[in-house]
């Protein structure tokens, strides 16, 4: 039996047991019970562009010749996915060195999860070290721990991943004989935390990609959804950027059932990670209906619109934790992105506050699935306030705030 893929599997399928994505409901919670799911990273709904997707669809359709149908041209083509996409994406990424080497340099992908774990797959063998930032995206350290490489996590702080941390650990490796291959960082608002890497970081992170001789994979999957603050250079427009994979996906700023990510970097990389990929590519429909949204101007008018609306979100429910919670909770302010990353006061049991929440209809994501080292970190939880309205946000917040005071 090939344990490796079972194994991979297996992982998958419980990690989709963890929640349901459309409901928020959890294992073992009753159906209709959740009303507030605050745990889940997703889009309002009300904001996906129907009518607009109406007519694309109907124009694709109507200009339809067989590549729609088949995919390509060639292997290729059918692996890399449809060039016009690539094209439009292409010249979104804009300026960057790493863009000139165009549309193949491109591969669209089922997602942003897709292209992580096709890099993953194609980089990662039992017994490489690879490094996240702690705390990340569980789903980056279930992939690697499946194909038998071991996560080196990396503390964060409001700059982002400690480089200077990283620095000392690859030293500690190369002194006993092994090699980081691939460093995953969620540059911009970070899930669960909102931080973002600064400038001088990245620049320290894509010399140390040199000198140590490993791979960055940038994960851009919040970058779009900017608030204020700060608008810091993807890492593919700085020195270095030859040693970088950047993932993206419409997941985040459309809607997740699209299933259209991509990954960038230099062709001879994308011909690497393409090479094991036996599926077929992804939607030829899906990526024509993107390639028009996006070549139309039409993807930028829905960024402005959804950014205002889930920065005034971010507003509410900021001020509603203030309101509600008080100095139960503390957190900063996120600049961008999907959550806020909140601490308890030390005399709360953050177990009691995650149990009597959802048994009021509240569901936030305890901190332990960011890490993935078996630690404790109830003290620490996840709220997402991008996918409910603001007025069940108020409300949800404060039946969480009444749950804290029952959790002393
Ligand atoms: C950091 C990060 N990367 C990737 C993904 C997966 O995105 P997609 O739906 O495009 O596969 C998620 C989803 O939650 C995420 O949080």
């Not at 294992?27 to 507030?36: A, E, N, T």
């Not at 804009?94 to 549309?103: E, Q």
């Not at 400690?162 to 899930?191: F, H, P, Q, S």
């Not at 209906?289 to 205002?308: A, K, M, N, Q």
Request: proline letters at 5%; charged letters at 25%.
């Amino acid at each position: 039996m090939n344990t490796q893929k079972y194994q991979r599997e297996s992982l998958e399928s419980t990690s989709r047991a963890a929640v349901n994505p459309s409901t928020g409901q959890e294992p073992g919670m009753s159906p209709g019970k959740v009303r507030w799911p605050l745990d889940l990273g997703l889009p309002d709904a009300t904001t996906f562009p129907r009518s607009e997707f109406l007519e694309l669809t109907e124009h694709t359709l109507a200009e339809a010749e067989p590549s729609l149908f088949y995919g390509g041209p060639g292997r290729a083509g059918i692996a890399r996915g449809h060039a016009g996409l690539r094209a439009a994406l292409a010249e979104r990424i804009g300026a960057a060195p790493s863009s000139a080497s165009g549309i193949d340099g491109i591969m669209l992908t089922s997602g942003a999860a897709h292209a992580i774990e096709l890099v993953w797959r194609a980089l990662l063998r039992d017994g490489d070290v690879f490094v996240v930032e702690a705390p990340t995206w569980g789903a980056s350290i279930r992939i690697g721990r499946a194909l038998g490489a071991e996560p080196l996590a990396i503390p964060m702080d409001r700059d982002g991943m400690r480089v200077d941390v990283l620095e000392r650990r690859l030293g500690e490796l190369k002194a006993a004989g092994r090699r980081c291959k691939l460093v995953y960082v969620i540059a911009d608002y970070n899930t669960p935390t909102g931080w973002s890497l600064s400038l001088s970081r990245r620049r320290q992170l894509l010399r140390l990609a040199v000198e140590y001789d490993f791979l960055v994979i940038e994960d851009r999957v919040y970058a779009e959804l900017r608030y204020d603050g700060p608008q810091l250079p993807p890492m593919s427009t700085l020195e270095g950027g030859d040693r970088l994979i950047t993932v993206g996906s419409f997941s985040k700023t459309l809607a997740p059932g699209l299933r259209c990510g991509w990954l960038s970097a230099s062709p001879d990389l994308v011909d690497v990670v393409a090479a094991p990929r036996e599926d077929l590519g992804s939607s030829q429909l899906t990526a024509r209906i993107l390639e028009h949204f996006v070549r139309s101007g039409r993807y930028d008018e829905h960024l402005s619109r959804v950014t205002r609306m889930y920065r005034s979100k971010r507003d509410t429910v900021v001020a509603s934790l203030r309101e509600h919670c008080g100095d139960t909770v503390r957190f900063d302010v996120p600049h961008g992105g999907m959550f806020v990353w909140i601490e308890l006061a030390g005399h709360v049991k953050g177990d009691l506050v995650m149990h009597h929440s959802a048994q009021e209809g509240v569901l936030c994501r305890p901190g332990d699935s960011f890490f993935g080292d078996g630690g404790n970190y109830q003290q620490w939880f996840r709220m997402a306030f991008t996918m409910v309205s603001e007025p069940e946000l108020v409300r949800g917040v404060r039946v969480l705030g009444e749950a804290i005071q029952r959790s002393t």
